[in-house]
């Protein structure tokens, strides 16, 4: 790749008398307010994460209209954004990080098998407009999940090593003191590479947390809903049918009633009225909840066991 415009503006910092190191520092500065920015529309990266370390190359930035603040009323007080021009260089940056670092990040993600990383970027990070990956709202959503429902800390502890693996590849960086971590756009297309198809698995969580919460009524209660948010997870009623008749031969549940076996049933009974009859009831809460985890998160848990077996980290 030619990266033109990161090389006209590395000539461009040796015509105006910066020294080999001060270019780098500043294209550095830049690669981490390119990544860190996020989102469209946001304050971008935060001022106190980055000012410390590179307040002289980034008030270049600023000045020569690369880089632009973003006031906010809020704990940070302001943040900086990449101009059009900068989020140009900001991509040739990541794209020349990406392909002068492949061996090293090869390397680093071939120590982990490919369901591991696949579920690890589908549930620890969610995708931004602008392309970026974020742990935002997806990781302490992920946490719990792997915590106090999968109650492994060697999971989590394997996710930690990918996550600061990856800041230490210059692919992505830490925002908001630490608390976010914000992978660049430019590496969200290369891991899809090793992305493998495991199928409906990645919405097992989803399809748990659905049937948890409906058996508790929390949030909605009508079968309507039920399958809603299940076909959101990739799930049917067909699957759900099957699933709760085998719950029912372990006397967890009643067996699964459909729609039109109970307008059979009850002629009086019309779709509004049934949508308000729950499909089955919950005979055993705990055997159930049980159930529910082994059949919907123990493929999840397997993969990531099988991660915690293979990597070997200090």
Request: charged fraction near 30%; glycine fraction near 8%; include cysteine.
């Amino acid at each position: 790749m030619a990266y033109e415009n990161l090389k006209a503006f590395e000539k461009k910092l040796e015509g105006e008398g910066f020294f080999s190191k001060q270019s780098q520092k500043t294209i550095e500065a830049l690669r981490i307010i390119y990544i860190g920015q996020e989102n469209d529309g946001t304050i971008g990266i935060p001022h106190g994460d980055v000012d410390a370390a590179y307040e002289r190359e980034i008030e270049y930035l600023i000045d020569n209209g690369y880089v632009f603040t973003v006031k906010h009323t809020g704990l940070w007080g302001f943040g900086y954004r990449c101009a059009e021009e900068g989020n140009v260089l900001g991509h040739e940056i990541m794209e020349r990080t990406i392909e002068e670092n492949l061996d090293d990040i090869t390397k680093f993600l071939d120590k982990f098998p490919a369901k591991v990383l696949t579920y690890w970027f589908a549930m620890g990070f969610e995708v931004t407009k602008s392309g970026h990956l974020t742990t935002r709202t997806a990781y302490l959503s992920f946490t719990h999940i792997v915590n106090k429902v999968l109650e492994s800390v060697d999971i989590f502890n394997v996710c930690e090593v990918v996550r600061k693996g990856l800041i230490s590849l210059d692919v992505g960086v830490k925002s908001f003191d630490g608390q976010i971590t914000v992978l660049a756009p430019e590496f969200a297309e290369f891991i899809q590479e090793y992305s493998v198809d495991i199928g409906s698995e990645t919405n097992e969580y989803g399809i748990y947390k659905t049937l948890i919460d409906f058996m508790d009524q929390r949030g909605f209660s009508a079968r309507s809903e039920l399958f809603e948010r299940l076909e959101r997870n990739g799930y049917s009623e067909k699957e759900l049918e099957a699933v709760i008749n085998d719950a029912a031969e372990l006397d967890l549940t009643t067996r699964y009633i459909r729609a039109d076996v109970l307008m059979e049933q009850d002629e009086e009974l019309d779709e509004d009225d049934v949508d308000w009859i729950a499909p089955f009831e919950v005979i055993d809460r705990d055997g159930y909840i049980g159930y529910l985890k082994e059949v919907f998160l123990e493929p999840m848990k397997e993969a990531f066991r099988g991660g915690v077996k293979e990597l070997k980290y200090a």
